[in-house]
T-cell receptor, first 115, second 111 residues
């Protein structure tokens, strides 16, 4: 158990809908990262927040948005869902934003199925 | 462009048959190289972080080594429970500290 929690574990929805994925980082971690993993692709970095502020952006679609709240939990919002958005979505957390890259610890993921 | 290539894509071993997985990288100013293990449908589980060439780390049957161009994950006398996908990632001086991930090596250990 990494200490990172994600809800829900599974999500089934229809095309065009909007969903929200939630992540709570490990106690004491200030950075949260979101990743997408499809069957035929590796881990794709979406976005990173550090202490409430956006720090880095990856291949995140405009239909997707995220935020980190004052209690450090984070939410990833996916809207106008398409079939291709079906994937595993992982959240990871690390201690902070130091000179040395901190290790990222991953949550169990949310499996999203868009029908 | 920063890049990570893992080989082989898949590896099948007999229990007790030692082998090595390779992670080749091109990155400007390596800040760290990470190894993770991922079981199907689960989140990646952290194994090792290596920061500089020559560094080695060990954990049970696993040993990770780092050179200036690649890293090896050596598996000694593997057991069936070592079956998983092993992922390598690097972070460089540029790229705003984003991890660059390889596609992984899928390891199957037969009893």
């Amino acid at each position: 158990d990494s200490g990172v929690t994600q809800t829900p574990k599974h999500l089934i929805t229809a095309t065009g809908q909007r969903v929200t994925l939630r992540c709570s980082p490990r106690s004491g971690d200030l950075s949260v990262y979101w990743y997408q993993q499809s069957l035929d692709q590796g881990l794709q970095f979406l976005i990173q927040y550090y202490n409430g502020e956006e720090r880095a952006k990856g291949n995140i679609l405009e239909r997707f948005s995220a935020q980190q709240f004052p209690d450090l939990h984070s939410e990833l919002n996916l809207s106008s869902l398409e079939l291709g958005d079906s994937a595993l979505y992982f959240c990871a957390s690390s201690v902070g934003w130091g000179d040395r890259q901190e290790t990222q610890y991953f949550g169990p993921g949310t499996r999203l199925l868009v029908l | 462009e920063d890049q990570v290539t893992q080989s082989p894509e898949a590896l099948r071993l007999q229990e007790g048959e030692s082998s090595s997985l390779n992670c080749s990288y091109t990155v400007s100013g390596l800040r760290g190289l990470f190894w993770y293990r991922q079981d199907p449908g689960k989140g990646p589980e952290f194994l090792f972080t290596l920061y500089s060439a020559g560094e080695e780390k060990e954990k049970e049957r696993l040993k990770a080594t780092l050179t200036k161009k690649e890293s090896f994950l050596h598996i000694t006398a593997p057991k069936p429970e070592d079956s998983a996908t092993y992922l390598c990632a690097v972070v460089g001086a540029g790229n705003n500290r984003k991890l660059i991930w390889g596609l992984g090596t899928s390891l199957a250990v037969n009893p």
